[in-house]
């Protein structure tokens, strides 16, 4: 279970903080994007075990919200939805010592 209170509080993404977590297989991130006046709030989950950075763009799925309390709120629920429509995919999920490492040459 995906628990709101144990996510960073908005001021966390005031100051560019950028928070990433993980639930039973499924790795998610919720960070601050977009220029000043215009930011926003973006979420997104994939498949673990790998960081963000190792996972192809089209392997993420994304939402952007709203920068405040709220579009945190939001945010924290569209993950959790993310995980309980998609549990299967994410139970599949290998666990990170069961993957051969990225060699990048």
């Known amino acids: 279970m995906i628990d709101e209170h144990e996510i960073m509080p ?3 993404f005031k100051y560019g903080g950028i928070y990433s977590g993980g639930h039973e297989g499924m790795r998610y991130m919720i960070r601050r994007a977009g220029e000043k006046p215009d930011f926003i709030l973006k ?3 994939w ?3 790998y960081a963000s950075t190792a996972v192809k763009e089209e392997d993420i799925t994304q939402q952007e919200f709203e920068y405040s ?6 945010a924290i629920e569209w993950i959790a939805n993310q ?11 290998p666990e990170i010592l069961d993957i051969e490492p990225i060699v990048h040459e």
Request: hydrophobic share 35%; no cysteine.
């Open 69 to 74: 309390e709220d579009g945190r709120s939001l």
């Open 83 to 93: 995980y309980d429509s998609r549990v299967d995919e994410w139970q599949q999920a």
């Open 10 to 12: 908005f001021n966390f």
């Open 43 to 45: 979420a997104m989950v």
């Open 47 to 49: 498949r673990g075990p």
